[in-house]
């Protein structure tokens, strides 16, 4: 049977508005959910969140309350801009000293466009301010690190670092033996791309 185009189905919705991302509130869930804890030395937690939940700006955040992150490395494929702004607000406040970010080659290829998304030179701006080193990769992987004066945090997610988390997984854990294996990793790409 073939259906006329002018015939059809229709629903009438109402206005669908995207939910907002509340950083301080994803802090609180994540809180609630660890009974207010990070994990301790050999301990992981694994978390999966649902639609507008936690994202891996939280975990940032998260350690940052309790403890300051010395040293973060972060993979991702690309930074929203208000994830950076705020990463950039923990440096003037003390919460967080240095940062290396592993960025996909997208990013920068936003910057040739015209569009929401193109904020690249924005995040390289905010790079120099802070002293923040950043190196583009062919890059997929999602793993930040953060260590603090007493303890190594990984963190393991299908979650970039921005503000738009769907049904995301975490896997975040306190273990220097992990954390060193992904340091030196990074530390030996970086070293590769500064000499290409």
């Known amino acids: 049977m073939i259906i006329n185009t002018v015939d059809g189905l229709i629903k ?16 609180r869930d994540l809180f609630e959910l660890t009974n207010d804890q990070l994990p301790l030395n050999g301990e992981v937690f694994k978390l999966i969140s649902l639609t507008g939940g936690f994202s891996s700006i939280s975990f940032i955040k998260a350690v940052a309350k309790k403890e300051i992150i010395i040293e973060l490395t972060a993979s991702t494929l690309r930074i929203g801009e208000k994830q950076f702004k705020y990463l950039s607000e923990l440096k003037n406040t003390g919460r967080l000293e240095s940062a290396l970010f592993f960025i996909g080659a997208l990013m920068k290829t936003d910057n040739d466009k015209d569009d929401k998304y193109n904020y690249y030179q924005k995040f390289n701006k ?34 970039n670092l921005n503000e738009n988390p769907k049904i995301e997984q975490y896997s975040f854990e306190n273990d220097y033996s992990l954390y060193e294996f992904y340091y030196n990793f990074f530390q030996a790409l970086k070293e590769v791309k500064e000499f290409e």
């Open 12 to 27: 009438r919705l109402g206005n669908k508005k995207r939910r907002l991302f509340n950083i301080n509130k994803s802090v």
């Open 126 to 159: 905010i790079c120099n301010e802070n002293s923040w080193k950043r190196v583009i990769v062919n890059n997929h992987s999602k793993v930040i690190l953060m260590r603090t004066e007493k303890n190594y945090y990984i963190l393991e997610t299908s979650s």
